[in-house]
């Protein structure tokens, strides 16, 4: 697992360790998180499809979660396994068994085959195979690449259920769900030890959230979700996260204390003064590792000079850790000398090689020349900056500037969907945060758009993907018009017209994240 992030506070502070052994089991609070679909980055069970199964399944134990982590799986899927699993678990349809023999394999699973070890003892009991001929069907289910090699067991698994008078109906049922392991099952063991994780992912998300996406920004790129997505996640949970800085960070987002002696508001962040650690819940720092183009090397230099004294000015900084220009201006337009009372544009005006008067103009240059000190940038502008510098804003979303004219179009902001009518017609429009069409989807593509207030989910069907190709394939900011369905909790947009609003916001610098 990622090393934890590294915490900052006083000397002598407790740091409390933990394995996956001491992880507190069945907590309940955890448990109602992941039924919410709380999940962004949690191991497993961040998925779309994840997301849309959990306020369905409602996990409220372990064993929830292994059949969690196994159903939403193309076996499972495929072998239409997944809606009778939910129906019987909701009390929709009853659940019932041929005989005791059938009960006995599938009766933890509400007489739905979720697992390939049920597959093979149903082979066993229900249609006569011996050990050896169920390890070879275990083999087949597991050659899910080579689609097919499952029929040739169909003739014998068929025969041999009906010769053990089962109906030629259940028969062919069962087949059809063990086919559907051809596709990619589970085996119920490796289903156990990843709901083993999710629990304990699960369990660190909600109890040290500042921790948590500490590491998972570590340890980028994986997962579903940018950096961004997951910062702005960590704060919407109560984590305050404080911007790069020269005096504060290190190489690796790491945790600290809150700062006594009074902030210091930039550009609507607030940014820490120098006086000591106060013990507190930890923040959380964003690292240098977040800098475009920025290297572990240049890191290491700024921390190391540092650990001597902090830096009390640009000049200071410079000439301390030796860094060229380029280095300078690159940590200037990331606003990463605030602590210095310096915003982007006077920390750019004061890293040049030379702003001093031209010889050629035969002007001689005058003594103490007063500091020079630059107006902010606007409030777009800074976004702007921050989204090329680090790919996130702790400022505003970029969506926020757009709104008065989305207003005027009657798009629809994300936070309005919950309380929008079933069937309703609406428009909606967000940056692209990942497309992602999974193979048993039947072309259909799932998008997901992130405006100033939430997400939204879109449905998209293979003709309206290929009618809109362009704008579907390479926007970076989305209007997709649609009708709102609802089910549950989850909710989505089925569209029927895309529009690429990518224009609107040339200037942000953002890349979705594709599984096709």
């Known amino acids: 697992m990622q090393k934890p992030a590294s915490h900052r506070g006083k000397p002598g502070g407790v740091v409390k360790k933990l394995t996956l052994a001491s992880i507190p089991a069945n907590d309940r609070r955890v448990y109602e998180m992941i039924s919410r679909a709380d999940t962004m980055g949690v191991f497993q069970i961040e998925s779309r499809a994840q997301m849309s199964m959990l306020p369905r399944l409602k996990p409220r134990c372990f064993y929830d979660l292994v059949i969690e982590v196994a159903i939403v799986r193309p076996g499972p899927i495929q072998g239409d396994m997944v809606h009778p699993y939910l129906r019987r678990r909701c009390g929709e349809e009853p659940v019932e068994y041929p005989d005791d023999r059938i009960r006995a394999v599938l009766e933890k699973t509400l007489g739905v085959p979720i697992f390939q070890e049920q597959a093979m003892r149903l082979a066993i009991v229900a249609a006569g195979f011996t050990p050896g001929e169920a390890d070879q069907l275990r083999r087949a289910m597991g050659a899910w690449r080579r689609r097919g090699v499952i029929d040739q067991f169909r003739v014998k698994l068929i025969n041999g259920m009906t010769a053990n008078g089962y109906s030629a109906e259940f028969a062919d049922r069962v087949f059809r769900q063990l086919r559907g392991f051809g596709e990619y099952g589970f085996p119920e063991s490796h289903a156990a030890s990843f709901a083993l994780l999710v629990y304990v992912s699960a369990w660190l998300k909600y109890h040290h959230p500042a921790a948590f996406t500490a590491a998972l920004l570590n340890s980028q790129p994986m997962g579903f979700y940018a950096p961004a997505q997951l910062v702005g996640d960590a704060r919407k949970h109560g984590v305050t996260v404080l911007p790069v800085d020269v005096n504060f960070s290190e190489w690796d987002c790491t945790l600290e204390g809150r700062r006594g002696g009074g902030e210091e508001e930039r550009g609507g962040v607030s940014v820490p003064c120098p006086p000591p650690f106060l013990p507190s819940s930890p923040q959380l720092r964003l690292g240098f590792r977040m800098l475009s183009g920025f290297s572990a090397a240049h890191a290491e230099r700024i921390v190391e000079q540092r650990r001597v004294r902090p830096f009390e000015s640009l000049d200071d900084f410079a000439q301390r850790t030796g860094v060229s220009n380029a280095v300078l ?46 107006p902010n940038l606007g409030a777009y502008e800074e976004v702007i900056a921050d989204y090329r510098t680090t790919g996130l804003s702790l400022r505003a979303h970029p969506l926020k500037f757009l709104r008065p004219q989305l207003d005027t179009r009657r798009i629809t902001p994300a936070w309005r969907l919950a309380s929008t009518g079933n069937g309703r017609f609406l428009r909606v429009a967000g940056l692209v945060l990942l497309r992602q069409r999974p193979s048993t989807a039947r072309g259909i593509t799932f998008v997901t758009l992130e405006d100033e207030s939430g997400t939204i989910n879109l449905i998209v069907r293979p003709d309206v993907w290929e009618r809109h190709h362009q704008a579907a394939r390479s926007a970076t900011v989305l209007l997709a018009h649609g009708i709102l369905q609802r089910h549950d909790a989850n909710i989505h947009v089925l569209v029927n017209r895309l529009e690429d609003l990518s224009h609107e916001l040339t200037q942000i610098e953002t890349k979705s994240r594709d599984f096709r």
Do not use: C, G, I, Y
């Not at 690159?330 to 008067?357: E, I, M």
């Open 329 to 374: 201006t690159r940590l200037s337009k990331a606003d990463a000398f605030a602590s210095l009372r310096l915003n982007r544009r006077s920390a750019l005006w004061q890293s040049l090689p030379d702003h001093s008067p031209s010889p050629l103009l035969n002007v001689q240059p005058v003594a103490d020349e007063p500091t020079v000190s630059l």
